[in-house]
Nanobody, 121 residues
């Protein structure tokens, strides 16, 4: 069982920055990820990271967002820079709850409650 709690969301102007955190408890996940869902849109993967620190990003956030993890603190981060209004969404932390060869296009079994990010123009 994995329990995830996100924090760090808020409201910023376009061009600003936010850093999201996800505190994880429990064991057994080699993949962690950030997803987001905007009103009226499907949930989309933003970034993921494996236990070796290998990362993947959605094209829409490459060069602006950075996913990282602090294994000692069991915390996942998402540094978001150069934010745009289209980044406005509820952001969710997720863990696969097992072991996968890749962290993209897999089933994530555990989810946090989400943290809202709003970017104004």
């Amino acid at each position: 069982q994995v329990h995830l709690v996100e924090s760090g969301g808020g409201s910023v102007q376009a061009g600003g920055s936010l850093k999201l955190s996800c505190a994880a408890s429990g064991y057994g996940s080699n993949c962690m990820a950030w997803f987001r869902q905007a009103p009226g849109k499907e949930r989309e993967g933003v970034a993921n990271i494996d236990h070796h620190g290998n990362t993947n990003y959605a094209d829409s956030v490459k060069g602006r967002f950075t996913i990282s993890q602090d294994n000692a603190k069991n915390t996942l981060y998402l540094q978001m820079n150069s934010l745009k209004p289209e980044d406005t969404a509820m952001y969710y932390c997720a863990a696969n709850g097992g072991w996968d060869f890749t962290c993209s296009r897999i089933t994530y079994r555990y989810w946090g409650q989400g943290t809202q990010v709003t970017v104004s123009s």
